[in-house]
Structure formats: C-alpha cells, structure tokens
C-alpha cells in the first residue's frame, strides 16, 4: 500500500486535502469517489512520513530552512498588510531571499501564480510545506483575509521553532559529553593499551597480571587485531539500521519505546500535546472545520505510535460525537488537557482554550526537558567516567604493584 496526497471537493463545496492508503492511484480515486468526493488531484506521497515535516528534504527544489520559511511568512504577511497584491509581494521576495533553494521554489509559485493557479496549490505543488500551511493558506483565500491567516500561522511557527531550539539546545551538551568521552575510550583502547602490551607481557613474566588488565588487555587487543574487518561490518550493520529507522515499522517500534521511558515519554507526550492543539487552534481560527483540522493537525504528530492511536479520533467526529469525548479515545492526551479542551468545547471557546493548553503544555515541557538534561548529564558522566577510570586502573595496576614489591617496596 502506497500513500496518495488528494485534493478532493466535499458534497457540501469545500476544498480538503486527504492523505489515502491504496494499492494505485486508480484505486485512490475510487475510494474517494465512493465516499461522494469530487477527485480533483491525486499524487504519490512519496515522502511518506517525512511529507509532513516542512523543512524536510525532498521536493523538487531541496530542503527550506526553518529560519528562512520562518522569515519568509513574516515578510509575507507584512507585504499583504501593506495593501501589495500576492503576485507582485512573491516576486519582491523571491528575489530578496537569501536561500537559494526558497528562491527556486518563489519562482516556481510564481510561473504557477501567472498561470491562474491559486496560492495554495501553487505551494502544494513544491512537496515540501506541511498540510497545515496551505490548508491555512487555502482558508485565507477563501475568507479573503488571508494577511490575517498568515500572522496566525506566523505565529504557530515562531512557538513550534523556539520549541525545536530549546530541545537542540538542551540535548547538545549531554551528546557533546557522550561523543568526547566516546573519542576518549577509543583512544585509549586502541591507541595507548596495545601499545603497552610488550611492557605488560614482561611484568607478566615475574607475577599475574590483575584481572582487570587481563580483560581490557583481551578486549584492546582483539579489537585492535581484528579492526579492519570490523569496520566494514560496523558501516553495514549502521546502514541497514539507518535505512530501517528510515521506514515506517522502524520509526514505529522506536517511537512507541521512546513513550515508555520514564521522563522522555512524559516529556513526548507533553509536546506533541503542545503541537497538536497549537495546530488545531491556527486551522480553526482559518475557518477550518473540527474534522478537517483534526485530520491535518493529528497527521502532522512527529511520533507514529500517537498518530496511529490518533487514528480512531476522526471518525467518532464525523458521527457526530463530542469532540473531547473523540479525543478519549487516543489515550494519550494528558487528562488535563482533556478537561481544558472538554471546558472549551462546551463554553464554545474551544480555539481560545486551545491555545491556553498550547502554553501550559510548552510550559510543562520545558521543565520536563529540563529534569531530562539534569538526568542525563550526570549519568553519561559517571557512565563515561567509570569506563575510562577502569581503563586507566588496568594500565596502572601492574606498574603499580610491580614497584610495590621491588627492592624498596620491602624496605622499612
């Protein structure tokens, strides 16, 4: 089964994009039509999961920096505000634009801009914008208040980038004190140790080695002897793990580990609340209705195991049921977030309070990120510290003990 991205129009006259599960394009449309959509477009997905990511490799013109798309909207929306008409503000920017890549993909939107195609199929078309900008963009068009939609979204992005920092800033140093002291054992394993190998073999002659020479002397030098045969097999064991995380079964397993370590699951599930409601707020605030940013907005969830648990939430929608009683359902939004959402719905405040549970759950995060951190640090320390701290005794022990029982060593 292939993924197919679908612009579709509903019975009622909207325009949605659906992402189909089929075995063809042919079969996609047959689904959809089946359901009483009017197929307008239908593309393979090639992307996958990675589709979804906005600033993920791929398309037709290359990866878009978060900074830059950032950066992009911002200018965007203030040239809008400005009374310029969208063609000529996508022009100005385009040759303003300090990314190569975002300067080819302007000028691709901007021959299908000229061609009468709208903003939003025009982005659509790249393949590398997640679903909820050109959903928003589509909103704007439609309500004619599309400056508005676009500070909106400007916003949601500002939030979802500080949040991507501060998990970058917070990891950096702890995989910086993993890596050197990573180096670290390397060198001593197999640079210092077998070079002392003659010197240990000569004091082995008079008395025994201790034990923890003995072991890191077999392991140096089993390693050292057998390198060479050993490195092409490390490069294909990581290669056929990178290309397996690269798969959905494999992001899948891994994810669903992630949520049930002890802090980091908290902290995953904490942040993807964050994203979720702070999606579904921008849709609806675009006039999105609830299923259909529902349906953009769960989609876009980074971890698979909470998009597939995400997955009974729509149709309980469309039958009709409340929408927190639907969210139950995922078992996986914290219970507070429920009732806030559950407040909400029935105070008919629902985007309001989907944005209070946006920042109480980037609050709650960043101290969870933070006891992450303040876990790791010390624990890759000791981890580190101990292993280097026995290679060390190994080297030193017999030295030690062979100055020790020397012609001074028995003296008073």
Known sequence: MSEFICRLGTPSGDIVTRVVEASGASDARFQLEREGFKVFAVSSNEGGISSFNPFASGGKHGRVKQADFLHFNQQLSALLRAGIPMLQAITLLKTRSPSENLRLVLMDVEEKIKSGIPLSEAFEAQGIFPKIYTASILSGEKSGALDDILIRYVEYLKRSVGVSRKLRGALAYPAFLLIASSFMVAFLTLYIVPR????????????GLPTITVVVLAISTGVANNIWWMLPLIIIVGLALFTWLRTD???????????????AGMLIRQMATAQL????????AGGITVPDSWDIASQALNNLELRRRSHAVLPMIREGRGFTEALEKANWIP????DMIGIGEKSGSLREMLDEVAAFYDAEAEVKLEQLTTL????????MAGVVVAILLAIYLPIIETISAGPMGGRK
């Open 196 to 207: 002392m190998s003659d010197l240990f073999k000569s004091l082995s002659a008079n008395r």
């Open 376 to 383: 790791l640090e010390p624990l890759i320390l000791i981890l």
């Open 249 to 263: 079964s494999g992001r899948l397993i891994v994810h669903r580990t992630l949520l049930k370590l002890p802090v």
């Open 335 to 338: 219970e507070l977030g429920l």
């Open 277 to 284: 409601a702070r999606s579904l707020s921008t849709l609806l």
